[in-house]
């Protein structure tokens, strides 16, 4: 297998994978000013509870009303909104109830919103108390495992990084949020790792592991539902390389610095990355990997 070792590295590989289409159920909402309410509160009626009381949404102290609408019409809330109210959301059997939202933060990326923080009041009929509802809503997220066979042996490709929530330096997968509303996963996959790693992959040799999941799931992951929307599509990539390209990859410097990214290329043996990072991308990815191995739902690695 011929690589160009450049800007970037080219690998690929002939396998192909045909991705199952995901039918969702998605529900309108209506969000208006009320002309009675004071400024930065709005109401908002949901398709599930058009026979109670509109959800009052509210802004708090420090949110500008530009950020508030902001927070109102992005596509966080709204996806949120939607699985709340999809087969699986939580107001679907009628026994939780939205009161209340109070916007908290927004943090914007650019000219888009990128994290926004707020409480929902979810109410449960029958005891008339609050279910936990505070919210760190990122939205969706792609992560990709890198194995490359070279001399018989595996290896995976991971990214050393600063992380600043957690105060540490995390060995992960590469991997980033989707930038628009659009929902390429597949593509911010392949951009990611080409911006973390410099390698170039191609999407006919990608395998959507988080595809093998039930159609239940969603066919994504949750790292952190307790506090955190996040949902992750992880995808494997396997290829066949030279020694050199291993020996080139560990320790190259890669990232946007101008966007703060401090990213250094790691490369491990793949038997001892299980036990060699806490990263949640890195160990669901492996037991994805495993257990869809185990099962021979992976397409062949071809040379």
Known sequence: MTLLVQASMSLSTRSTLLLPKRLLTLHSFSCKMSSDSPPLTHSLALPSQLAAEPVQIVAAPNVSSSQFRMAIDSSLFKQWLKNMESETGILRDGSLYLK???????????????????????????????????????????????????????????????????????????????????????????????????????????????????????????????????ELSLYLYRGQVDKEIIERLQGKETGIREHGELIKVRVLPYEKLWRMTADAKVLTAVALYEMAKREGLLPPLKT
């Open 100 to 230: 209340r939202v109070l916007i908290q933060g927004v943090d914007m990326f650019g000219k888009r919103i990128g994290f926004l923080k707020f409480e929902a009041d979810v109410i449960d009929k029958e005891t008339g108390k609050k279910v936990p509802g505070i919210v760190f809503a990122r939205g969706p997220a792609v992560a990709v495992l890198i194995l490359l066979e070279s001399v018989g042996k595996s290896y995976a490709v991971l990214t050393e990084q600063v992380r600043v929530p957690v105060g540490r330096i995390i060995l992960e997968l590469p991997a980033g949020m989707l930038d628009d509303d659009k929902g390429d996963f597949l593509g911010t996959a392949i951009r990611e790792v080409e911006e973390e790693t410099g390698i170039s992959l191609k999407q006919e040799d990608m395998v959507d592991l988080t595809a093998f999941l039930d159609q239940s799931t969603g066919c994504r992951m949750f790292p952190s539902p307790g506090g955190c929307d996040e």
